[in-house]
């Protein structure tokens, strides 16, 4: 007579099991994330969210891109035409200045001649300035005048402004590491050590410190805040350490951005709380722990990036096609954006009003089906992690709705540190802590000129030599957006 075991003999084996199958589902996602990662593109394989609006635009949609199109090429058309001109005659040869017809030579100017447009390349060149003071002496033997000399930016200095913003704009803005700086100005017959490129960077770091630190300060004090951070590797003894570049960025009322940059050698919340500690209003990131520091009570108010959910899902999505579904939801959500931008209405009480008709009900609907389907899914996988990071933060989440100024993601910030991260490829890391806190400081005011429209190595040129004399209680005219609409003024 066979004996049977009872049921609870084999829970060991069915919890062991379950535990297996987690582990399984989990690997399983984490080899097909490598896979994507190493052998297809590193973007998501899944539309962008712009690309998915872009195919449900109507034919008044196609058309309004259409125009826009148009607008920005004659714009550049306009600019090309005010690019320094130089004409080029070509005479006709000395064996050609006759009549094909009937070969009379004193043939006659016709009108202006046949004229073409070719843009033609002339490679930079430094040139080696020497300047001669003029020197007078009265009769008496007494008085003597001297004409002033040139600005510099340090006393006895040997380069200008102009050559010190071309090298802080070729690293910054360019991504240039400073020894290839130094081969292409060797190339245009000007030996330079990359030592001494590396000397005025930091040069410049320091004679703009004031300007930086009080870009810094401004974005602060803003009622909306976009921050994120980035790995950025530290020199040391035979190895290299890992620091940290935190951006900082916020929009001002008449729509101009302003992005700070804050280095550290952690990534604890000590950097945050340094910028932010003390102020108020709405701080956009991700679920990073480090912000915790400034989203207390008495601080900032913590708002949530669909982006990072929508990520999360789609991770999940090759396992399991329920994600599916959150992603057409996230969709919707950027729809309701997509309307209030086509309105007109982005960041007033009318797009409030949509947000609260029309994303709403979709928050409602996505919250009940995340709920219901989280006990259906192994904590440890993908689905199951991604549906408990996005109710995790689910408040931080919805908080877009109760106030129009507020995003729906972090793309901001994460794109501001697109040109550190092109930058962390090309020259790898950096010397040292007070290297890296340079470059932050110079990587926010070129930065902040590029989204604005301005041309940092002018900026700079300009900025560097009045920073030293310009009174302390007018540095904000010094900023970029304040120095643009200054230049702006007198030119008019």
């Given at each position: 007579m066979t004996r049977q075991l009872p049921l609870d003999h084999f829970c060991p084996w069915r919890e062991e099991a379950e535990e297996l199958r987690e582990r399984l589902t989990a690997l399983e996602a984490k080899t097909a994330t490598l896979e994507r990662h190493v052998f297809g593109r590193k973007a998501e394989r899944l539309?962008?969210?712009?690309?998915?609006?872009?195919?449900?635009?109507?034919?008044?949609?196609?058309?309004?891109?259409?125009?826009?199109?148009?607008?920005?090429?004659?714009?550049?058309?306009?600019?090309?035409?005010?690019?320094?001109?130089r004409q080029v005659h070509h005479l006709?040869?000395?064996?050609?200045?006759?009549?094909?017809?009937?070969?009379?030579?004193?043939?006659?100017?016709?009108?202006?001649?046949?004229?073409?447009?070719?843009?033609?390349?002339?490679?930079?060149?430094?040139?080696?300035?020497?300047?001669?003071?003029?020197?007078?002496?009265?009769?008496?033997g007494k008085g003597v005048v001297t004409a002033p000399a040139p600005p510099k930016v340090v006393d006895r200095g040997e380069y200008g402004p102009g050559f010190i913003a071309h090298v802080v704009g070729s690293k910054c803005a360019d991504s240039m590491p400073l020894h290839r700086l130094a081969q292409r100005l060797e190339r245009g017959g000007v030996p330079m050590s990359r030592s001494t490129l590396t000397d005025l960077f930091h040069l410049a770091a320091e004679v703009l410190s004031p300007v930086s630190v009080r870009l810094l300060q401004h974005i602060a004090r803003a009622e909306v805040v976009w921050a994120d951070e980035t790995p950025l590797r530290v020199l040391d003894v035979k190895k290299t350490r890992k620091g940290y570049l935190w951006t900082f960025l916020t929009r001002n009322e008449k729509g101009e951005w302003l992005i700070g940059y804050r280095f550290s050698m952690g990534r604890a919340g000590k950097t945050p709380k340094d910028v932010l500690g003390g102020t108020t209003g709405a701080l956009v990131v991700d679920a990073y722990t480090g912000y915790n520091t400034v989203t207390v009570p008495t601080g900032r108010v913590r708002v949530g990036c669909w982006a990072h959910v929508r990520r999360k899902f789609?991770?999940?999505?090759?396992?399991?096609?329920?994600?599916?579904?959150?992603l057409d939801s996230i969709l919707a959500l950027y729809r309701v954006e997509h309307e209030a931008l086509k309105a007109g209405v982005v960041r007033t009480l009318a797009h409030r009003a949509l947000r609260q008709q029309k994303s709403r009900p979709v928050l409602e609907a996505l919250h009940a089906y995340l709920t219901q389907q989280q006990p259906l899914h192994l904590p440890k996988g993908p689905m199951g992690q991604a549906i408990a990071y996005a109710l995790?933060?689910?408040?931080?989440?919805?908080?877009?709705?109760?106030?129009?100024?507020?995003?729906?993601?972090?793309?901001?910030?994460?794109?501001?540190?697109?040109?550190?991260?092109?930058?962390?490829?090309n020259f790898l890391f950096v010397g040292h802590e007070a290297a890296g806190e340079n470059l932050a400081g110079l990587y926010a005011l070129v930065a902040t000129c590029e989204v604005n429209g301005i041309n940092p190595e002018e900026y700079l040129a300009d900025v560097l030599l009045r920073v030293q004399t310009h009174p302390n209680s007018r540095l904000d005219e010094l900023l970029p957006h304040e120095w643009k609409r200054l230049r702006a003024a007198d030119s008019s």
């Open positions: 539309p962008g969210i712009q690309q998915l609006l872009q195919r449900e635009q109507t034919d008044e949609d196609t058309e309004a891109r259409r125009q826009q199109a148009l607008d920005k090429r004659r714009e550049r058309a306009a600019r090309r035409a005010e690019a320094p001109a006709v040869p000395e064996e050609q200045r006759r009549c094909p017809a009937c070969g009379n030579n004193e043939l006659k100017e016709l009108g202006q001649g046949r004229t073409t447009v070719v843009y033609e390349y002339i490679p930079a060149r430094l040139e080696r300035q020497v300047h001669v003071q003029e020197t007078l002496a009265c009769a008496c789609f991770d999940a999505l090759s396992k399991t096609p329920e994600a599916g579904t959150v995790n933060q689910w408040d931080a989440l919805c908080r877009f709705v109760e106030d129009e100024r507020l995003p729906l993601d972090n793309n901001r910030s994460e794109g501001a540190l697109r040109k550190a991260a092109v930058g962390r490829k």
